[in-house]
C-alpha cells in the first residue's frame, strides 16, 4: 500500500508509488493507493482528482482507494485509522509512506507512529526521505507556485512530466472559429493553471497525442470590439489542435504545456487578431518540427 494525498503526483510521489508496485509484484500480491478527496489541508488541488487518478493508474497501481476526507472522518484516531481500516478493512500487510505524511485526529500521527505500530500489528514499512532539488524540498505548494508565475522547466523537473492541465470541451461562441481557427473550449478541473498566454501544448484524447497552441486570458480584444464594461472576466482557455477533426464536445483533454510562445495581447481588430494567430501557429508548428 502507498499512502498519501499524492496531489499531482511529482517526483517524490512517483518513488514511493513504483515502489508500492514493485514490493506488490515481487511478493506476488496486489498494489493499493489510498488516497483522501478533498484535500485535508484545504489547499486549492493541483491537479483534480480525476487527473491524479489517471497518473497513478499510469504507473501500474492495481487498485486505488479515495476516501472521503470528511470532518467525521478526520476526528479518528491515528491508531485507529492505521488498524480499523488500513490493515483489518484493506488488508494491508506492506505500507509506502513519506517521512513527513501526518495522519488521524489533529495529524497526530506521523511516521514514528507507524513504526511502532508496524511491531504492533505485524506489518511492513518502507518510510521514504523528503525529496530535494537544489537543496529545496520538491513540495505540491513549490509546483503550484512554478506554475502560476509562469516557470514551466521548474515545474516540469518536479513533476517529470510537463505541467499539463485535464479538462472537459464545452461550447464556446466560435469566435475562433469565425477567424479561421477553430479551437477546443475547455472546462479545467483543477485551479492552478499557468499564466496568460499563448502556448505551445500537447493534446492527449483518447491515448494519442496530438500537438497545437493554447490560449489562456479574458479574451481582451473581444471585449474591445464590442466596448463591454464587464470586468473580473473569467479565464479562457482554448487550444487548436493541428491536423484534427472529429467532435470532441463534452470529452476530456489533457493540454501539455510544452513553451510559452507570448503574453497576452489586445488588438484593435479581429483581421490583426487572426493574422497573430496564424503567426502563432505558424511559430508552433515550426518549433514542434525541430530535432
Given amino acids: 500500500m502507498a499512502l498519501g494525498v499524492f496531489d499531482g503526483v511529482h517526483r517524490a510521489h512517483r518513488e514511493i508509488l513504483k515502489y508500492a508496485v514493485k514490493q506488490a509484484q515481487s511478493t506476488k500480491g496486489r498494489s493499493v493507493v489510498v488516497t483522501f478527496w478533498p484535500h485535508p489541508q484545504r489547499e486549492a ?3 483534480s482528482l480525476k487527473h491524479r487518478l489517471r497518473l497513478i493508474e499510469e504507473l501500474g497501481v492495481d487498485t486505488c482507494i479515495v476516501i472521503n476526507f ?3 472522518f478526520a476526528k479518528i484516531s491515528a491508531e485507529d485509522f492505521l488498524k480499523d481500516i488500513l490493515i483489518d478493512r ?3 500487510r506492506y505500507i509506502c509512506i513519506g517521512k513527513n505524511f501526518r495522519f488521524g485526529k489533529e495529524a497526530r500521527g506521523d ?3 507507524f513504526k511502532r505500530l508496524s511491531h504492533k500489528y505485524h506489518f ?3 518510510v521514504f526521505s523528503v525529496m530535494k532539488v537544489r537543496r529545496l524540498p520538491i ?9 502560476s508565475r509562469g516557470n514551466l522547466k521548474a515545474a516540469q523537473s518536479l513533476l517529470l512530466e510537463p505541467v499539463s492541465v485535464l479538462g472537459t470541451v464545452i461550447r464556446g461562441n466560435s469566435l475562433a472559429k469565425q477567424l479561421g481557427f477553430p479551437t477546443a473550449n475547455i472546462n479545467p ?5 499557468p499564466p496568460s498566454g499563448v502556448y505551445a501544448v500537447k493534446v492527449i484524447f483518447k491515448h494519442k497525442k496530438f500537438k497545437g497552441v493554447c490560449y489562456i486570458g479574458s479574451k481582451p480584444t473581444f471585449k474591445f470590439i464590442v466596448h463591454s464594461s464587464k470586468s473580473n472576466t473569467p479565464t479562457h482557455i482554448e487550444v487548436h489542435i493541428f491536423n484534427f477533426h472529429g467532435d470532441i464536445y463534452g470529452k476530456d483533454l489533457e493540454i501539455q504545456f510544452i513553451r510559452k510562445i507570448r503574453n497576452e495581447k489586445k488588438f484593435s481588430s479581429a483581421a490583426l487578431l487572426a493574422r497573430q494567430i496564424k503567426k502563432d501557429a505558424d511559430f508552433t508548428q515550426k518549433l514542434f518540427s525541430l530535432p
Avoid: C, D, N, Q
Fill in 111 to 113: 511516521f514514528k507512529l
Fill in 189 to 193: 478541473h483543477h485551479e492552478v493553471l
Fill in 45 to 47: 488541488s493541483l491537479y
Fill in 139 to 147: 513540495s505540491s505548494t513549490s509546483i503550484r507556485r512554478a506554475i
Fill in 90 to 92: 484493506i488488508g494491508a
Fill in 70 to 72: 470528511s470532518p467525521s
Fill in 124 to 126: 511492513g514499512l518502507k
